[in-house]
């Protein structure tokens, strides 16, 4: 176990419509960091959040949007869903906005399914 | 942007057999991770290189930072069944306000019985 808790482990939706994926990260990490993974992707960086501000930005499409908030605890909105957003969605968290040691703790991943 | 090329991109083996996979990129990295994914799970740190030429094991794994900070590889030696997930491997750099990895598309390993 993590300690990284993601909510719901499983989505299924149609095109067009909006969803909210929500993760708590592990107790005292500050920093918030969301990965898509897709079959032939990998594992792709979406964005990162340090103690609630926006810290850095990968490959997040424009109908994507994040937020962290004072708890610390973020969430994912997905809107005007695609086929293609099928994926599985993690949160990994760490202490600071920096990994020093390169470990990220992930959490089981919230599988979105569009249909 | 940065990428990483994971190779191979699957392995089906024999339990006992050891195992090789690679990681290079076009770039540099400061560090080279890899990671295990667990069916169901989410990705989990195995080992982590900070300097080039560094060679380090952990239990049956072992890997290395290559020479030109352009590459790793990871060895896995006498296989067992709970061997069997996808290993990714990361790279990170320290520039900037960005320390976010840069992950390979992984090794996806079965391990026969």
């Known amino acids: 176990d993590s300690g990284v808790t993601q909510t719901p482990k499983h989505l299924i939706t149609a095109t067009g419509q909006r969803v909210t994926l929500r993760c708590s990260p592990r107790?005292?990490?500050?920093?918030v960091y969301w990965y898509q993974q897709s079959l032939d992707q990998g594992l792709q960086f979406l964005i990162q959040?340090?103690?609630?501000?926006?810290?850095a930005k990968g490959n997040i499409l424009e109908r994507f949007s994040a937020q962290q908030f004072p708890d610390l605890h973020s969430e994912l909105n997905l809107s005007s869903l695609e086929l293609g957003d099928s994926a599985l969605y993690f949160c990994?968290?760490?202490?600071?906005?920096?990994?020093?040691?390169?470990?990220?703790?992930f959490g089981e991943g919230s599988r979105l399914t569009v249909l | 942007g940065q990428q990483l090329n994971q190779s191979p991109q699957s392995m089906f083996i024999q339990e006992g057999e050891d195992v090789s996979m690679n990681c290079t990129s076009s770039?540099?990295?400061?560090?080279w991770l890899w990671y295990k994914q667990d069916p169901g799970e989410g990705p989990v740190l195995l080992i982590a290189?900070?300097?080039?030429?560094e060679l380090t094991s952990n239990g049956r794994l072992t890997a290395q930072f290559g020479i030109t900070r352009k590459d790793s590889f990871l060895n896995i030696s006498a296989s067992i069944p709970s061997d069997v997930g996808i290993y990714f491997c990361?790279?990170?750099?320290?520039?900037?306000?960005?320390?976010?990895?840069?992950f390979g598309k992984g090794t996806k390993l079965s391990v026969k019985p």
């Open positions: 107790s005292g990490d500050l920093s």
């Open positions: 290189l900070y300097k080039a030429g």
């Open positions: 959040y340090y103690n609630g501000e926006e810290r």
């Open positions: 770039s540099i990295f400061n560090t």
């Open positions: 990361a790279g990170q750099n320290y520039g900037g306000s960005q320390g976010n990895l840069i």
């Open positions: 990994a968290s760490s202490l600071r906005d920096r990994t020093n040691t390169g470990e990220l703790f």
